[in-house]
């Protein structure tokens, strides 16, 4: 179960993001590429050019990495553009790579990759301040697994460009098997739902047993999967760790660890709260948001399809699986718009804004097949108070584009893959 393994057998789909990596080591010395175990950086950075060219170390190769650990200038002698993978398993990897960059600037080209998120780990980001360039991978969109160029839907949202009205697709596409199963590469040749839920067994195991150990001491490991289970229940869902402590009986400073390690390795983001606000009170505690719908199915205890279908948790998954979509076509523009919620203390909420410079772009998801007037209410009071607010979209499990507001449009979730 390891990325750098990811079935190389099989077809590679190519990556939106991976244009934007062969621009940025044009102009940095240094590029980061993160994300979860299992999204396909290993298997990216073997098949796109130019990288699949350069030289590919893997820290996951016990050789290689005592190598790393007693001479890591070694690594790279003879050669000028190097890929290391799984970076975080040594921090004197990184002391040297900086010294190599810095004593011949613009001799090395480094992609550093690994499956925490580096910018978390206070040692990384010391040594690679103001040399480095960040980028995530996500899970595979549903446009990458159907090998379509990304949409450029929120940049001509920012712009105030609506997506045409009309249906889209031949035939509705049903969420609930996909938010299921998942997006991880690895899925997508497995078949039968007992191959799906041994493969997430296998990766919760994995993460639990190797992946968590080499970062943290972890007291418990069946503490942090109980956490894990708790989290998946609260997927979509403001924050309260005080509460997660009492419902899984672990000390409050234990969970806050814990959440800590979840959102270094990627699988969980805290989603802030959006304040610019000048009158309203606002909720300022963050919003837990999962990184592939499908882990949050199986650690929530959904072992086929109509179990999630008819379970109170659907929303907060669809809503794992929109914010999947969001967050591969936000690291597609330059700069990254960053991602919040907004939520007054009278509960009036709007599940996701992006801000991206002076703009705005407000982003309601219902798991509904047919968008209703009345669900998009809460935008038009986001707009009232940023009137400065681009667009607004309903995000729904239809399949027609609909205008509901002269800046509000309803658009089918499969849209934000480019389908």
Known sequence: MNDNHSHLELKYRPRGIAPLLRDAVEDHPIVVLTGARQVGKSTLLQHELPFSGWRYLSLDDFDTLSQARSDPASLWAGADCVVIDEVQKSTRVLDAVKVAVDSEYGKHRFILSGSANLLLMKKVSESLAGRAVYFTLSPTTIGEINTRTPTNLLGALFEGKFPKA??????????FPLMWKGFMPSLMRLKT???????????????????????????????????????????????????????????????????????????????????????????????????????????????????????????????????????????????????????????????????????????????????????????????????????????????????????????????????
């Not at 009309?166 to 969420?175: E, H, L």
């Not at 072992?303 to 969001?326: K, T, W």
Request: positive net charge; aromatic residues 10%.
């Open 166 to 175: 009309g249906k889209r697709g031949a035939a509705p596409m049903v969420p």
């Open 193 to 419: 739902s007992a191959a799906i839920l041994r493969w997430w067994e296998g990766y919760v195991m994995t993460y639990l047993e190797r992946d968590l150990r080499q970062l943290s001491q972890i007291d418990a490991l069946p503490d942090f999967r109980r956490l894990m289970g708790a989290l998946a229940l609260r997927c979509g869902q403001i924050l309260n760790q005080t509460e997660v402590a009492r419902d899984t009986a672990i000390s409050q400073p234990t969970v806050h660890r814990y959440i800590n390690l979840l959102e270094t390795t990627c699988l969980v983001e805290r989603l802030p709260a959006f304040a610019l606000n000048r009158t309203k009170r606002l909720v300022k505690s963050p919003k837990v948001i999962w990184s592939d719908p499908g882990l949050v199915s199986f650690l929530a205890g959904h072992y086929d399809p109509g179990s999630l279908r008819s379970s109170r948790e659907a929303g907060g998954i669809f809503e794992a699986m929109v914010y999947l979509h969001l967050n591969a076509l936000s690291q597609l523009l330059v700069p990254k718009p960053r991602l919040f919620y907004w939520r007054t203390t009278t509960g009036k909420e709007v599940d996701f804004v992006l801000e991206w410079g002076r703009k705005l772009l407000a982003v309601e998801v219902k798991l509904s097949s047919k968008p209703k007037f009345s669900d998009v209410e809460n935008l038009r009071l986001f707009m009232e108070e940023y009137p400065e607010t681009s667009a607004s979209i309903l995000v729904y499990a239809g399949d027609e584009v609909k205008r509901m507001h002269e800046k509000i449009v309803a658009v089918p979730w499969f849209l934000l893959g480019g389908l």
